[in-house]
């Protein structure tokens, strides 16, 4: 089946950095960019930034430039995203997601993964 | 950045009602422009893609249109699976970024 799933909740306190993993299934890892999402509580959605499966080539929205590294793993096909330097404001759930080919539209969804950050 | 505006940002409709929703870009995306369907709890899902293509099994009912800076989502007959709040996207260029989101609500 194709999909993508997401490490467990975090809780975690303000300077501290957090590591999500994603782990795709059923489709081939390398074709395709993979974005991460974040949505605050009862708020928007918010890119964050992408990685290439293939090259590990990655593109960091600037609000996250320094703070935020994305990286890959292709023997198990799964994807990380780490983000250092937690401030509360960063409590929210954190979506991977596929880019189609066609017009990197987000095809393929997480089931999200909620990180709090609590002193 | 390109900036995407959504309006209205909530509305309330009636199964059965014709609904629109539209989005605006702040700068010309061509046809790169696609829409999500999100309802509470629950990770986004695609519904359209590069303006107008239908994502593998969402319903007909669902349908988009324009180009360069102003664009439409519609449902055609509203029905109670359709209460959700809906957002834009562009993928033009980066940063990516979304619309505000439209809440769509039972009447």
């Known amino acids: 089946q194709v999909q993508l799933v997401q490490s467990g909740a975090e809780v975690k306190k303000p300077g501290a950095s957090v590591k999500v993993s994603c782990k795709a299934f059923?489709?081939?890892?390398?074709?395709?960019?993979m974005h991460w999402v974040r949505q605050a509580p009862g708020q928007g959605l918010e890119w964050m930034g992408w990685?290439?499966?293939?090259?590990?080539?990655?593109n960091y929205a600037q609000k996250f430039q320094g703070r935020v590294t994305m990286t890959r793993d292709t023997s198990i096909s799964t994807v990380y995203m780490e983000v250092s330097w937690l401030r509360s404001d960063d409590t929210a759930v954190y979506y991977c997601?596929?880019?189609?080919?066609?017009?990197?539209?987000?095809?393929?969804w997480g089931q999200g993964t909620t990180v709090t950050v609590s002193s | 950045d390109i900036q995407m505006t959504q309006s209205p940002s909530s509305l309330s409709a009636s199964v059965g009602d014709r609904v629109t929703i539209t989005c605006r870009a702040s700068?010309?995306?061509?046809?790169?422009l696609n829409w999500y369907q999100q309802k509470p709890g629950k990770a986004p899902k695609l519904l359209i893609y590069?303006?107008?293509s239908l994502q593998s099994g969402v319903p007909s009912r669902f349908s988009g249109s324009g180009s360069g800076t102003d664009f439409t989502l519609t449902i055609s007959s509203l029905q109670p699976e359709d209460f959700a709040t809906y957002y834009c996207?562009?993928?033009?260029?980066?940063?990516?970024?979304f619309g505000q989101g439209t809440n769509v609500e039972i009447k």
């Open positions: 059923g489709y081939t890892f390398s074709g395709y960019y």
């Open positions: 996207q562009q993928s033009s260029s980066v940063p990516r970024t």
């Open positions: 700068q010309s995306i061509s046809n790169y």
């Open positions: 990685i290439s499966a293939k090259s590990g080539g990655t």
């Open positions: 997601v596929r880019g189609n080919r066609v017009y990197d539209a987000f095809d393929l």
């Open positions: 590069g303006v107008s």
